[in-house]
């Protein structure tokens, strides 16, 4: 298993501005990747957040709105970029533990952003 | 596009009954599908996986199936208590097994 730290836990944004989203697992990890849950739906994957290398960005999401950082194994930032109240939403960072390979995932406790 | 479906609509059963929720999936072959439990304001907990080879997967009061001829899964939970009242989320992923999709979860509730 793997404990993951999410911070800001959650934060009240204005228009126009960007908002950097940390997480920290206590073990080394291979695979880890952002989440957004927006209000009652489903979790949507905004990308994949590779040791360094730039992160792979799904289908609707660009790093120019959504930066990603990965220094090392345990450690990853999700930047939300020129916010709009659209992007008011959960922000989950989660990971694969290394050597499992089945998909089972953990999850932060998630990030509430809400934009005015 | 690849989709899973669940049940939107809130299942609301009585204690010490089983709550059966369905997962459907459209478009896709996943090698596993995964339960999850999501409480309000918290993240995802996993619950259980089980591998498109495997029929069916217990653990403890929960079991799950998966039918890849009616490309869907049945997860179960036998005497059901009031904290089991949560949202439970389906999840798929691919074989390399860390690409998964969930579906929109469905809301438990659990009367004393």
């Known amino acids: 298993s793997a404990v993951i730290s999410q911070k800001p836990s959650r934060d009240i944004c204005q228009r126009g501005t960007s908002l950097t989203i940390q997480c920290q697992v206590d073990?080394?990890?291979?695979?880890m990747f952002w989440y957004r849950q927006q209000p009652g739906q489903s979790l949507t994957l905004i990308a994949t957040a590779n040791q360094g290398s730039e992160a792979t960005y799904e289908s609707g999401f660009v790093i120019d709105k959504f930066p990603i950082s990965r220094p090392n194994l345990t450690f990853s930032t999700l930047t939300v970029s020129n916010m709009s109240p659209e992007d008011s939403s959960i922000y989950l960072c989660?990971?694969?533990?290394?050597?499992?390979?089945?998909?089972?995932?953990?999850f932060g406790e998630g990030s509430r952003l809400t934009v005015l | 596009s690849q989709k899973i479906e669940q049940n939107s609509e809130a299942l609301n059963i009585q204690e010490g009954k089983t709550a059966t929720l369905t997962c459907n999936y459209t478009n896709y072959s996943p090698a596993y599908l995964q339960w999850y439990r999501q409480d309000p304001g918290r993240g995802p907990v996993f619950l259980l996986l089980?591998?498109?080879?495997?029929k069916e997967k217990r653990k403890e009061r929960l079991k799950v199936t998966f039918d890849t001829t009616l490309k869907q899964s049945l997860f179960h939970i036998t005497a059901s208590q009031p904290a089991d009242s949560a949202t439970y989320l389906c999840?798929?992923?691919?074989?390399?097994?860390?690409?998964?999709?969930f579906g929109a979860g469905t809301r438990l509730f659990v009367k004393a």
């Open positions: 989660s990971v694969g533990v290394a050597g499992v390979g089945t998909g089972e995932l953990f």
């Open positions: 089980i591998r498109e080879n495997e």
């Open positions: 999840a798929a992923s691919d074989r390399g097994g860390f690409k998964t999709i």
């Open positions: 073990s080394q990890v291979t695979m």
